[in-house]
């Protein structure tokens, strides 16, 4: 499946009903160089909208969203050493956590990346 997007500048990509989750290059552009990366723990319940990772870079703090309701199955543990591939591979690498998706249907109301490309444009 292509890649789904959010106003908060997360993406996932899904397979079957897992999603894995990480930010844009847009986002890791607006941070500036990653320094810290916090990843949730495998097993936790999260609700769509619920601030579930923590990204920190050279110039601020910034919650990472579950753009979909469901069960974190892993957590990207190689950011603990590595956080800059976050700014090397924001859509590789550099992802955060995956999810075991409780409502695949949550998913539609997500922009895909022509809808994502015209909101960052809209930005200025």
Do not use: C
């Not at 890649?3 to 500048?9: R, S």
């Not at 909208?49 to 919650?63: F, P, T």
């Amino acid at each position: 499946m292509s890649m789904k997007y959010t106003n908060e500048h997360e993406w996932i990509r899904v397979e079957g009903d897992v999603g894995t989750i990480g930010i844009t290059q847009y986002a890791q552009e607006q941070l500036g160089d990653v320094v810290f990366v916090e990843v949730p723990a495998v097993g936790r319940k999260v609700a769509k909208g619920e601030s579930v990772a923590v990204v920190e870079s050279v110039k601020a703090a910034s919650d990472i969203y579950a753009p979909v309701s469901g069960e974190v199955v892993e957590g990207n543990a190689a950011l603990a050493d590595a956080p800059g591939d976050v700014n090397a591979e924001p859509t590789g690498k550099g992802w955060f956590f995956k999810l075991k998706l409780s409502d695949k249907s949550e998913l539609d109301g997500l922009m895909d990346e022509a809808g994502y490309e015209a909101f960052v444009k809209s930005l200025g």
